[in-house]
């Protein structure tokens, strides 16, 4: 959103080569030449392994991300439902990742955008970004995504943008939609309030909308682990 389509997402390490030596015999390996059935059920056992047990444990969304479980502002309690990492499309660097927060964490996809619960968006940046810089994607952002009714929000988003600072890695920038406003917030400080029903709508879809990019959006509905985009 802030600087540009494209995008990669981390994902886990492959299954070792070598399984661990079976008593009393040599290593097992997972390609042998002469046995294709070896493989294959090598294979299997292994990833059966991977995601049992204290593996399955270690595979979690916040284990994979900057972001933390839960988000609370407002009275209201958040969990972390998915994420995308996404990367300048020429340069192929990681700039941030954005969180989807939801009251409901297991809410269908097709049900997201529509839901009544409050929702967060939340910018954890890898690179330092100017404050022009964020405030131009800022209003871009909401010109190109809001539908209606978008002289006051986009009014109110230039006065916003005004009073962005400098983000530097590591910093966050959340996004908290509730039914009749947005509240901005940088590192948990309160930033600035956009306000009006149409305000939630148009974050909405510069992150979920037709707009938006595809991979972040298709990230953000789809899996809750992220993967990696070949």
């Not at 886990?12 to 009393?24: K, M, S």
């Not at 020429?90 to 529509?114: C, H, M, N, Q």
């Not at 910018?123 to 330092?128: A, E, G, N, S, V």
């Not at 509730?178 to 590192?187: G, T």
Request: charged share 20%; proline share 6%.
């Amino acid at each position: 959103m802030l600087v540009g389509p494209g995008g990669a997402i981390l994902d886990l390490e492959p299954a070792p080569d070598v399984l661990p030596t079976p008593c009393g015999g040599q290593a097992g390996s997972l390609y042998d030449r002469n046995s294709t059935l070896k493989r294959g059920l090598f294979g299997w056992l292994a990833a059966i392994w991977l995601l049992s047990g204290s593996a399955a444990a270690d595979i979690t969304l916040e284990s994979r991300t900057p972001f933390a479980h839960g988000l609370s502002h407002g009275g209201s309690d958040l969990v972390l439902r998915s994420a995308s990492l996404k990367e300048a499309t020429i340069l192929k660097v990681d700039v941030y990742w954005v969180g989807l927060y939801l009251e409901t964490a297991d809410t269908p996809p097709d049900s997201i955008i529509e839901s009544v619960q409050v929702k967060a968006f939340v910018f954890h940046f890898l690179r330092d970004v100017k404050s022009e810089k964020l405030g131009e994607a800022w209003i871009h952002d909401l010109t190109a995504a809001c539908e209606s009714n978008c002289r006051s929000v986009i009014a109110q988003g230039r006065i916003l943008a005004r009073s962005m600072p400098d983000v530097y890695a590591s910093q966050k920038i959340a996004y908290v939609l509730f039914a009749d406003r947005v509240d901005v917030l940088i590192d948990g400080e309160f930033l600035g309030t956009l306000i009006g029903e149409n305000a939630p709508r148009a974050i909405l879809a510069t992150f979920l909308g037709p707009q938006a990019p595809s991979d972040m959006r298709d990230d953000l509905f789809g899996t809750l682990i992220p993967r990696e985009r070949q």
